[in-house]
């Protein structure tokens, strides 16, 4: 399957929010101690290059060509491939990783228990995956975004490969239990517009 994706609009706002995010991932993630790294879903490979200068073997995979390409001229020694997890794991032949990660990703795809399969199939036996996604758990986001009737701005129907799934605490995991993964610890990043409330939702897992 060739997968549907096209760079959503950035403000100063959203900016600083990914700021954000990235200073949460890169701390769960070095905070794991991999010597291996996999992203998918790599972007301009700001993570990558976070990863990769602490002397960490990193491979970012990403289905957009515009990404792909800041990525190289931002970070010309970065490894980034173009590939996504509808791709075949034993077609890739990326080999195992200490660590897996995606951020804005699960969100985004069709079938996430076969995401999961694909994050499983690149992992160590006792390897970890770090995931982000949106917080639709969040009573306080989603009672915000009634009172100001901003669900249609919200989910946007127009951005083609938006936003598909909306993930809580609870749907993400049944979802990893499901494919074999035990969540071992959750942090959530607040709203940079209102900080009562939770935007974003991550999770460090292991297999079980």
Same mark, same amino acid.
Request: charged share 20%; aromatic share 10%; with cysteine.
């Given at each position: ?12 706002? @959203? ?8 200073? +949460? =991932?890169?701390?769960? *993630?070095? $905070?794991?101690?991999? /010597? @291996? ?8 490979? +700001? =993570?990558?290059?976070? *990863?990769? $200068?602490?002397?960490? /073997? ?151």
């Amino acid at each position: 399957m060739e997968p549907v994706y096209s760079q959503p609009q950035w403000d100063s706002v @959203s900016r600083r929010h990914a700021a954000r995010i990235y200073s +949460v =991932l890169s701390q769960l *993630v070095l $905070g794991q101690r991999p /010597r @291996s790294v996999l992203e998918v879903g790599c972007g301009a490979g +700001v =993570l990558g290059s976070i *990863v990769a $200068g602490r002397g960490i /073997r990193y491979v970012g995979l990403d289905p957009d060509d515009e990404s792909l390409s800041k990525a190289k001229a931002q970070f010309p020694d970065l490894q980034v491939l173009k590939g996504s997890s509808y791709d075949d794991p034993s077609l890739l032949g990326l080999g195992k990783f200490d660590l897996v990660c995606s951020n804005d990703v699960i969100e985004h795809v069709y079938e996430p228990r076969k995401f999961l399969a694909f994050v499983r199939a690149h992992l160590n036996g006792n390897g970890s995956f770090v995931c982000g996604t949106p917080d639709y758990g969040s009573y306080t986001r989603n009672l915000v975004l009634s009172v100001f009737n901003r669900w249609d701005h919200h989910h946007d129907p127009l951005w083609d490969g938006g936003h598909i799934k909306f993930f809580s605490k609870r749907t993400l995991e049944q979802l990893f239990d499901e494919c074999g993964f035990k969540i071992e610890r959750w942090q959530t990043i607040c709203s940079s517009r209102l900080p009562i409330m939770s935007a974003g939702l991550f999770c460090v897992a292991v297999l079980r």
